[in-house]
């Protein structure tokens, strides 16, 4: 008794018991160990887990203190089922006020852009965009 009990993701549980190593020089023992075969687990802030993909994480979030935290550290996670929260706040979800502004212009700007889809077709973003490579075009030559 007393061994770590280890429940694996393929839903094997296996009871970890020391493993012995020895070094050996013909009969002669030079080291021996004798060790659970685990590896240490590690904690990280959510600041360093940015760009990260997990397959799954224990998170706290009961000190989260500026806004996105909360998103950042929730979207690392592929799987709802690899969440696993142990501590939240009524901060963690805060938006900055800059991306609320954002995600506002962008709606406006999409709204826009299916009116002028149904209205004048799918052809007017072509010609649009031409017009817009000629502007940048026109600007090469002033610099």
């Not at 160990?33 to 760009?51: D, E, F, M, N, Y």
């Not at 997990?54 to 690392?76: E, H, I, N, Q």
Request: aromatic residues 8%.
């Amino acid at each position: 008794g007393g061994w770590p009990i280890v429940e694996f993701e393929n839903g094997n549980t296996v009871t970890m018991k020391p493993s012995d190593w020895q070094m050996m020089d013909g009969e002669t023992v030079l080291a021996a160990v004798s060790q659970v075969p685990l590896r240490c687990a590690w904690a990280i802030t959510i600041h360093k887990s940015q760009g990260m993909t997990l397959d799954s994480a224990v998170m706290d979030l009961k000190r989260t203190f500026a806004p996105g935290m909360g998103y950042v550290a929730l979207s690392r996670v592929e799987r709802l089922n690899g969440l696993y929260l142990t501590g939240v706040n009524e901060r963690m979800f805060l938006v900055s006020d800059d991306a609320i502004r954002l995600d506002g212009e962008l709606r406006a700007k999409s709204a826009e852009a299916v009116r002028q889809l149904a209205h004048d077709g799918a052809e007017s973003f072509v010609q649009r965009q031409r017009a817009h490579e000629e502007d940048e075009f026109m600007q090469d030559e002033l610099f």
